[in-house]
């Protein structure tokens, strides 16, 4: 297998990542090379960084970008994690990551293999392993449909009110009889609709961020699932 390449700007990113805001040391490359890992650590090494340091720099290039969150009003209803393996994984392997996603999220979930491609799903939380490059791409991610649908529903109902309000205000209908009394009781439901929907979400984008950085580290790491 060719040993990987780095041009100049994958190298300048390199040092000023595994430097932490220090300078990058600098160094001319010909036109069209590049520079080996260890080429790479060498350099590094002379300008008291450590081949650790310069290695982990140059495996985040190729750490895919991570799923921004799913917001709405702000609050986050989605959440998501992508992690690149340099292997594919085994049968065997697979079958032990279903189990541990099992176990995580405490839901048996559905299986389903497409040719290439697999997945596990339960409901809106999905698992999908896909061929990129000569390793997998596993994406993992979910969205609270049921704090979503409640959020929803109580702003509207909450906006509904608030419109019917004003519109009364300047119609001069808001103080009549019944007007008001027609209202409240819309209003009291719809922030009570909002308040639920709120609660569904108290903790949860912060918990399965973290059990999809769980299992992430254990896919990562290299060791036996």
């Known amino acids: 297998m060719t040993e990987r390449r780095y041009d100049e700007n994958e190298t300048a990113e390199i040092f000023a990542r595994a430097a932490e805001a220090r300078p990058a040391p600098s160094r001319a490359l010909p ?29 985040s290039l190729d750490r895919p970008a991570q799923p921004a969150p799913v917001k709405l009003l702000g609050l986050e209803i989605g959440v998501g994690r992508t992690v ?56 993992l991610r979910t969205r609270n449909a049921n704090a979503q649908g409640f959020i929803i529903a109580g702003a509207g109902i909450v906006g509904f009110t608030g419109f019917m309000s004003v519109l009364g205000a300047l119609t001069g209908t808001l103080y009549e009889t019944g007007y008001l009394q027609t209202l409240l009781p819309i209003a009291a439901t719809g922030l009570a609709t909002l308040g639920i929907g709120l609660a569904r979400l108290r903790g949860w984008a912060r918990t399965r961020q973290e059990q999809m950085d769980g299992i992430a580290a254990r896919l990562e790491s290299g060791d036996p699932l």
Do not use: C, K, Y
């Open 31 to 59: 036109a069209g090379e590049g520079m080996t890992l260890a080429e790479l650590q060498e350099i590094g090494r002379q300008a008291g960084m450590s081949i650790e340091q310069v290695a982990e720099a140059a495996r």
């Open 84 to 139: 690149q393996l340099d292997r594919r994984l085994s049968d065997a392997e697979w079958e032990r990551l279903v189990v541990l996603l099992r176990d995580t999220f405490q839901a048996r979930g559905a299986l389903r293999t497409d040719g290439s491609l697999r997945q596990w799903t339960n409901g809106n939380l999905q698992v999908l392993v896909e061929p990129s490059g000569s390793g997998e791409r596993v994406r």
